[in-house]
């Protein structure tokens, strides 16, 4: 069965760290690997999409890595702000179309 | 504004009722996806268009669930005589190419479904 997990469930950092925002999926037969962002009440917003055959990609202070042979890719937010406060999702992309979410990452950043 | 809206946002049933949820996606995209969100929980797929084509509805949970797009253009995702466990928020998004490879799906702020 396709599955998406993402570690930890919620975090609370106060401003200024950096954090890595882990997810696992267990079908390495994936087309995309896509990080998302949802805040309350709202839809989601791409944050970053990586190929299979690429490794990382970069926006602004997020950086999102893919290890498609271990299943794993890791979103790391550097000097994080109060309004990186949201859940992150991470999701599988796979050719027929289909789309795995994790549950999500419910992130606070504490001013 | 060009991205994709949903209506109504916010929509309360009783159970029984039947409702029609709305979706406009981004003038020219051609692909369409609806996804359901339970609280807590993250995206299933439901279904998917390429234009007018319902291509696959393998994740509409029961026969209760229809979505069409008869134009290409908008979608409506009906559910009849809905239950409880149909609350949830539905979300609809298009993608501007059939290829999802590099290509990424912008989503609408979705309709919450309260089903008393």
């Known amino acids: 069965k396709q599955e998406v997990t993402q570690i930890p469930a919620a975090l609370s950092v106060p401003e200024g760290e950096n954090l890595v925002l882990n997810c696992s999926f267990t079908d390495s037969a994936i087309y995309n690997l896509q990080w998302f962002r949802q805040d309350p009440g709202k839809g989601l917003t791409s944050l970053l999409l990586?190929?299979?055959?690429?490794r990382e990609q970069t926006s602004g202070r997020l950086n999102a890595s893919l290890d498609k042979s271990s299943g794993r890719s890791t979103l790391y937010i550097a000097a994080s702000q109060p309004g990186d406060s949201a859940t992150y999702l991470c999701a599988a992309v796979y050719r027929d179309d289909k789309i795995i979410f994790g549950k999500g990452t419910r992130l606070h950043i504490l001013p | 504004g060009a991205g994709v809206s949903q209506s109504p946002r916010y929509k309360v049933a009783k159970r029984g009722q039947d409702v029609a949820l709305r979706c406009d996606p981004i003038?020219?995209?051609?692909?369409l996806f609806w996804y359901q969100q339970a609280l807590g929980q993250g995206p299933e797929f439901l279904t998917y268009f390429q234009n007018e084509a319902q291509l696959d509805k393998s994740g509409l949970p029961s026969d209760r669930f229809f979505a069409e797009r008869p134009e290409g253009s908008v979608s409506t995702l009906k559910i009849q005589r809905t239950q409880q466990e149909d609350s949830a928020v539905y979300l609809c998004?298009?993608?501007?190419?059939?290829?999802?490879?590099?290509?990424?799906?912008?989503f609408g702020p979705g309709t919450r479904l309260t089903v008393l």
């Open positions: 990586i190929q299979s055959s690429q």
């Open positions: 998004a298009s993608r501007r190419e059939v290829d999802s490879r590099g290509n990424t799906q912008y």
């Open positions: 003038s020219g995209h051609v692909s």
